[in-house]
């Protein structure tokens, strides 16, 4: 079984910055991809950024040059630090790992909220 747990939302004022974490728990492949996608009310759930175990990162282009994605292997932990937060960034935060060997696994934390207001 495998487990997600995610912290670090909370409120911030636009302009402010937050880091999340999220641990990943349990039998994961040591190649796989961890990814924050976000999902605001009345929205769908969208890609923030993802980075695999090799290093290689991906961005939303509304997020790239303020939000920057890093992970630690040893501890299978991906975090988002988030600067120059916007209104616009307000929504549930989610992470996830995904991997494909003969079949795709794919595990989702249960989210954390950011919400940017002041």
């Known amino acids: 079984q495998v487990q997600l747990v995610e912290s670090g939302g909370g409120l911030v004022q636009p302009g402010g910055s937050l880091r999340l974490s999220c641990a990943a728990s349990?039998?994961?492949?040591?190649?796989?991809?961890m990814g924050w996608y976000r999902q605001a009310p009345g929205k769908q759930r969208e890609l923030v950024a993802s980075?695999?175990?090799?290093?290689?990162?991906n961005y939303a282009g509304s997020v790239k040059d303020r939000f920057t994605i890093s992970r630690d292997n040893g501890k299978n932990t991906v975090y988002l630090q988030m600067n120059s937060l916007k209104p616009e960034d307000t929504a549930v935060y989610y992470c996830?790992?995904?991997?494909?060997?003969?079949?795709?696994?794919?595990?989702w934390g249960q989210g954390t909220q950011v919400t940017v207001s002041s």
């Open positions: 996830n790992v995904r991997w494909v060997v003969v079949k795709e696994s794919l595990y």
């Open positions: 980075i695999s175990s090799g290093g290689r990162t």
């Open positions: 349990g039998s994961i492949s040591r190649f796989n991809v």
